[in-house]
Structure formats: structure tokens, C-alpha cells
T-cell receptor
Framework: EPEVTQTPSHQVTQMGQEVILRCVPI?????FYWYRQILGQKVEFLVS????????KSEIFDDQFSVERPDGSNFTLKIRSTKLEDSAMYFC???????????FGDGTRLSIL | QKEVEQNSGPLSVPEGAIASLNCTYS??????FFWYRQYSGKSPELIMF????GDKEDGRFTAQLNKASQYVSLLIRDSQPSDSATYLC????????????FGRGTSLIVHP
């Protein structure tokens, strides 16, 4: 069964550094998403992406964050000047139509020191 | 502000019993409803989705939707220790944003 893949599985970074989290959505999906889950808390929406542009973003997704689809398969989340509070699990998800269930990748655990 | 409420639990049931997980939502315009299972430290895994009022069954799982009362539930029959996880309810509202709002999840413990 096709799946969403994310790399790396764990990223440890010094505060103030930039990180890039990578995702390969399911190949025939058109809608891509990033979510964040701080330990013990709920899954929080960051941004959605369709047709090579952001379709929606949350209050969390400020100027520190950016997304890109650099080629036909990858979908990346960049976090500039990381802060301690950026430590969380980051999940990528995709679906074929916006009202369909989203399929999640295994996530990247981001630890900011 | 769209709210999705779940009892955090833990809900503890013996092996072989029926586990009943409930979720209420605030937005009457909600159209799509999803249940995800999340093991500790892992990603959400889709279990069920339901769009229409009534029951939808898939194996040991049944999703129940009541739009008038704004709740959706998940029944797990013949619960197994491997069902022990956090169950997340997610709700989509169409006609605008299709971004699902997630509840905090209910922790389920199935003891042998």
C-alpha cells in the first residue's frame, strides 16, 4: 500500500539553526499538509499546499516557517532560527481530495537544544 | 473557533469487551468525520471515516454519527491488548476550509 514517507525520523538541532524536514507524499495525491504535535498535546495544523502554493495556514505558521515542493515528489517544511518551543513531532500528510481522509507519514521528531 | 471534544481517559476495558469512544463537535456545518489510532510516539493511523448519519462497520470497528446531536463515536468489539492506544477524532467542515480539527484523543487501555 502506498505511504507517505518522512525524513529524517529524528532531528537534533541547536537553537537558532535552520532545519528542513522532508516528505514524499503518496504519488497520486494532490493535497499536502504539515502538522505539529507537541509531546502530550493535540495534533495541530500548520499549513496545507495545493497546486504549488499554500492554500491555508494556521496562526502557528508564521514567518519562521516556509514550505516548498522543490521537485515532483518532495514536499519540505523549513523552520528558520529554531526556538526551544519548536521541539515537537512534525507530521506530513496527503490526500487526493480535500474532504478525503488524510494519510500521515511516520513523522520527524525535532529536538531543539 | 471549531471545537472537537473527547474525554482524555484513560478508558480501561477488559480483553474481549466492547470499547466505546465518544467525540462531540461544535460546528454544525461539519461533514466528514475521521477516527485515527495513535500509538505512543507514532503517527496517527486512519481507522474509520464516516460522512452520513448512522452506523458504518469495518471488521471489529463501528463508527456512529449523529449530526443532530453533534457527536460521533467509535465502537471496538472484542477489544485486544493491541488496541491499547490513543484514539483521535477529527472533523472536517466543507464549504470553506477542509482542514480537519483534531480532538485531544482518548487513551484506551485493554487489559488481559
Amino acid at each position: 500500500e502506498p505511504e507517505v514517507t518522512q525524513t529524517p525520523s529524528h532531528q537534533v538541532t541547536q537553537m537558532g539553526q535552520e532545519v528542513i524536514l522532508r516528505c514524499v507524499p503518496i504519488s497520486n495525491h494532490l493535497y499536502f499538509y504539515w502538522y505539529r504535535q507537541i509531546l502530550g498535546q493535540k495534533v495541530e495544523f500548520l499549513v496545507s499546499f495545493y497546486n504549488n502554493e499554500i492554500s491555508e495556514k494556521s496562526e502557528i505558521f508564521d514567518d519562521q516557517f516556509s514550505v516548498e515542493r522543490p521537485d515532483g515528489s518532495n514536499f519540505t517544511l523549513k523552520i528558520r532560527s529554531t526556538k526551544l518551543e519548536d521541539s515537537a513531532m512534525y507530521f506530513c500528510a496527503s490526500n487526493g481530495q480535500p474532504n478525503q481522509p488524510q494519510h500521515f507519514g511516520d513523522g520527524t521528531r525535532l529536538s531543539i537544544l | 473557533q471549531k471545537e472537537v471534544e473527547q474525554n482524555s481517559g484513560p478508558l480501561s476495558v477488559p480483553e474481549g469487551a466492547i470499547a466505546s469512544l465518544n467525540c462531540t463537535y461544535s460546528d454544525r456545518g461539519s461533514q466528514s468525520f475521521f477516527w485515527y489510532r495513535q500509538y505512543s510516539g507514532k503517527s496517527p493511523e486512519l481507522i474509520m471515516f464516516i460522512y452520513s448519519n448512522g452506523d458504518k462497520e469495518d471488521g471489529r470497528f463501528t463508527a456512529q454519527l449523529n449530526k443532530a446531536s453533534q457527536y460521533v463515536s467509535l465502537l471496538i468489539r472484542d477489544s485486544q491488548p493491541s488496541d491499547s492506544a490513543t484514539y483521535l477524532c477529527a472533523v472536517n467542515s466543507e464549504g470553506g476550509s477542509y482542514i480537519p480539527t483534531f480532538g485531544r484523543g482518548t487513551s484506551l487501555i485493554v487489559h488481559p
